[in-house]
Every structure is written in structure tokens, then in C-alpha cells.
């Protein structure tokens, strides 16, 4: 068994669990995926899953190393190269609202304005009235651009 992180061109992520590759790449060949969220059957993508990794056990493979995802420098680096897919991803798929992430936000949540993905800042206390209202959002690292990226 097999599970993949898959993402949509809706902007939604879910996991596929499959028997193998081999069945992954029949049934994303035979337009047998389908997104949970819009049902599409276009754009769907496997994306990175840093912590998902298969390991012998006590943490070692055979010749006794560990896998090369543990390896923490692997690990990290993994990890940054992840956080960098889901910026461009946000960055190109949600609109920046800047210091009125709450103000929308909330708006959206009641109804007020119609949904839609929003990016933007919080303070502190912006955080803890909306995890006191139940408003789900996720932050996310912001790494500095690389050179030549």
C-alpha cells in the first residue's frame, strides 16, 4: 500500500492511497482520479510529503546507515524545498490581502463575502480571535527568495 499527497487546480489537497505505483499511474491514466472538493478530474498532481518515508526497523536499512531521510541536512533540506512548492503555490493561487486577512477572513466565514482563497498577515491577537470564532487558517514559513529563484 502506497499513499500519496495529491493536490488539485482548485486549490485542494487530499491523500490517494493505492496499491502501488504502478496502480497510482493506471488510474491517474485512465481519468479515474477525482477531487473531493470539486470533482474535477483535470490538474490533479502529486505533491512532496516530507514526513512520509519508510524506514527498517530500529531506523536502519540493511548495510546498517540510516535512510538518507533521516539524515538530518536531508531532512532539512527536504523539508525548506516543500515550504518553497507550497509558497509559489499560495503566492500564485491566492489573492494577497495583506494586513485584512482578519477583516475577509471573518467576512468570509459569515457569509458576508463569497469564498475565496486569501493570503495575508495576522498579529497575534488576530490568532487567537480566530481560533476563538473557529475560523480554520494555516501559517506558513516565509523563507527568503533564493538566488536566481
Avoid at 499513499?3 to 485512465?30: M, P, S, T
Avoid at 536502519?60 to 509559489?88: F, N, W, Y
Amino acid at each position: 500500500m502506497i499513499v500519496f499527497d495529491l493536490a488539485c487546480e482548485c486549490g485542494f489537497f487530499f491523500e490517494g492511497w493505492f496499491k502501488d505505483h504502478e496502480e497510482f499511474a493506471k488510474q491517474e491514466r485512465e481519468g479515474l482520479l477525482i477531487c473531493p472538493q470539486c470533482q474535477g478530474r483535470q490538474c490533479l498532481r502529486k505533491v512532496l510529503s516530507p514526513v512520509a518515508y519508510q524506514k527498517k526497523s530500529c531506523g536502519t536499512l540493511a548495510d546498517g546507515k540510516p535512510p538518507a531521510e533521516m539524515d538530518p541536512a536531508r531532512l532539512a533540506e527536504s523539508v525548506e524545498q516543500t515550504i518553497r512548492i507550497i509558497q509559489e503555490f499560495v503566492e500564485k493561487n491566492f489573492e494577497d490581502v495583506g494586513s485584512d486577512f482578519t477583516r475577509k477572513t471573518l467576512k468570509i466565514h459569515y457569509g458576508v463575502e463569497e469564498p475565496k482563497n486569501i493570503r495575508g498577515v495576522v498579529t497575534q491577537a488576530e490568532e487567537k480571535m480566530l481560533d476563538k470564532e473557529g475560523i480554520p487558517y494555516l501559517k506558513i514559513p516565509r523563507l527568503n527568495k533564493k538566488e536566481g529563484h
